[in-house]
């Protein structure tokens, strides 16, 4: 659903400015918490857990912001390919969102591993105890997460390209401004 806005909602840019950080403080520590074997591991791994489930229910708001909310069309001048690339990685960006700690979290059920939020709340195992699944779903979120990397520093750069080179309008859509009516 598209309106004939020219901006994201105010509550659809308060969720991607409060994601935003969040998200690329998760890629970070997760890189940080595979590469090290030093106390910092369990304080990373401490962090990681609760902020993906946190994730996970900012993305289902986020999609439900999306969808009740709508989003401002793209400027009629930018070729059809690039507005198919743009809308694609968008919903991109929410499978992998959705996925990372869906992944994360099963990964952890697969092995016997408890989803801690906060002293002595767990989240319930999703998936039976197994080596097998656990393998293969512990590969499965380190390429899903270099998958979300690459698609930030794509988001990054063409929102960059917009706001910078084209200056159309698209950046500050989101970004918002001081005539934005907030």
């Not at 990964?107 to 195992?125: F, I």
């Amino acid at each position: 659903m598209t309106s004939a806005t020219t901006r994201f909602s105010p509550i659809a840019r308060l969720m991607h400015w409060l994601m935003a950080p969040l998200v690329i403080a998760m890629l970070f520590i997760g890189i940080g918490m595979v590469s090290t074997l030093s106390w910092w591991h369990h304080v990373l791994l401490t962090i990681h857990r609760p902020l993906g489930i946190a994730i996970l229910v900012l993305v289902a708001v986020r999609l439900v912001v999306r969808i009740t909310h709508g989003t401002p069309a793209l400027p009629d001048d930018m070729p059809r390919w690039q507005q198919r690339a743009a809308h694609l990685s968008h919903w991109l960006f929410y499978a992998l969102l959705f996925a990372m700690p869906i992944v994360g979290w099963a990964m952890l059920s697969a092995a016997g591993y408890p989803v801690q939020l906060a002293g002595s709340v767990h989240l319930p195992p999703i998936l039976p105890q197994s080596v097998r699944a656990y393998a293969f779903l512990r590969s499965a979120h380190t390429y899903l997460a270099l998958l979300l990397f690459a698609t930030f520093l794509m988001h990054l750069a063409a929102a960059l390209f917009h706001g910078l080179v084209r200056r159309d309008g698209v950046f500050s859509s989101m970004a918002g401004g001081a005539n934005d009516g907030v």
